[in-house]
């Protein structure tokens, strides 16, 4: 069973606006007419065309998706890295009373999503990051892809613009796996990152902590692994 953000749930009650069977637009012709409607700014036709976006077959899926995005960088929203904010705060160009929050949706994602664009709006809040890790990806169903595309249509519907920083949080080593098959595991986290990074991720929370060996006799020799293969992913990410 799942979220409306990731994938349909086997049953459960209708979606308390409308239902499901008016939510999801049944055909192409119904997803360019509802693009029509969204670029008058209707709410509703936003509302449809995430919910296809998600729960829709391929083809419809794909292009709810698309007229969305398209939408999302017409009104000047796009995905982003908060690496120059803190590169920027670093070399002490920005005030330090201030913290970057990191929320973690996994579900309800457009719902949730949209509820804390309204309390950024409302609390006057700055940079905020929208993650998600690579076990959350596994256990909730949310591809990168769907993740950005929603978490950029609830921004949309609430009227913000500019950067939304989203990240791949903890993508991290197995360690159980890494014993048994370490290139597959390792090959696993490479896979996922890159199709992260190509669905708009542009910060990567590398997590190789896992392998951190404890009964071995140095610090050198207990941290060797963690740190070399950090160094190799990071290379991936770069």
Not at 147 to 160: D, I, K, N, Q, S
Not at 165 to 193: R, S
Request: glycine residues 8%.
């Amino acid at each position: 069973n799942h979220h409306h953000g990731a994938r349909r749930a086997e049953a459960g009650p209708p979606c308390p606006r409308e239902g499901r069977q008016n939510m999801e637009l049944g055909n192409l012709e119904e997803v360019r007419h509802a693009t029509a409607a969204l670029a008058t700014g209707n709410g509703e036709a936003l509302d449809r065309l995430v919910w296809t976006g998600v729960f829709a077959a391929p083809e419809l899926r794909d292009a709810a998706r698309a007229a969305v995005l398209a939408q999302a960088r017409s009104a000047g929203l796009y995905p982003a890295s908060i690496q120059g904010l803190y590169a920027a705060r670093g070399r002490r160009e920005l005030p330090a009373g201030f913290t970057v929050p990191a929320i973690n949706i996994r579900a309800m994602s457009y719902d949730t999503a949209r509820a804390l664009m309204r309390a950024r709006k409302a609390l006057d809040v700055g940079a905020v990051l929208l993650e998600i890790a690579r076990s959350e990806v596994s256990y909730t169903g949310q591809r990168p892809a769907e993740y950005t595309f929603v978490v950029l249509a609830a921004a949309l519907r609430e009227g913000l613009t500019g950067p939304l920083f989203v990240q791949g949080d903890h993508f991290q080593v197995n360690a159980k796996k890494y014993g048994a098959d370490p290139d597959g595991e390792l090959g696993a986290v490479m896979d996922i990152t890159r199709e992260a990074i190509a669905a708009g991720f542009y910060n990567i929370d590398v997590d190789t902590s896992t392998l951190v060996d404890l009964d071995l006799p140095t610090l050198r020799d207990q941290q060797r692994l963690n740190a070399g293969l950090c160094a190799q992913l990071t290379r991936h990410v770069r």
